[in-house]
């Protein structure tokens, strides 16, 4: 099992930066991945970035040059630094950590997710 818990979400101009922290504990060493993912009413769950274990990392187009994705593995910490932020960023951004258990099967965990606002 892997507990996570966001944190950092909150109301920004247009413009403004934030910076979101996904704090991971429990069964850290099966985390081979994480990600943060976000979700605005009425629209679709989508990828925002994923990062490695290795540190290998990826974007979605809308963010890419505005968002960067870090990890600190040795406080078990994933973090999402946002520049630049427009209205359309306005969404619940969501923790997401995915594991290989035992019998070779993926497993997602998610956190429960922090308000983004951007105001223009």
């Known amino acids: 099992q892997v507990q996570l818990v966001e944190s950092g979400g909150g109301l920004v101009q247009a413009g403004g930066s934030l910076r979101l922290s996904c704090a991971a504990s429990g069964s850290i060493a099966s985390i081979y991945a994480m990600g943060w993912y976000r979700q605005a009413p009425g629209r679709q769950h989508e990828l925002v970035a994923t990062i490695t274990s290795g540190g290998s990392t990826n974007y979605a187009d809308s963010v890419k040059g505005r968002f960067t994705i870090s990890r600190d593995n040795a406080d078990n910490t994933m973090f999402l630094r946002m520049n630049s932020l427009r209205a359309e960023d306005t969404a619940v951004y969501y923790c997401?950590?995915?594991?290989?258990?035992?019998?070779?099967?993926?497993?997602?965990?998610w956190g429960q997710g922090t308000q983004v606002t951007v105001s223009s």
């Open positions: 997401d950590a995915d594991t290989v258990t035992d019998s070779g099967h993926v497993q997602r965990y």
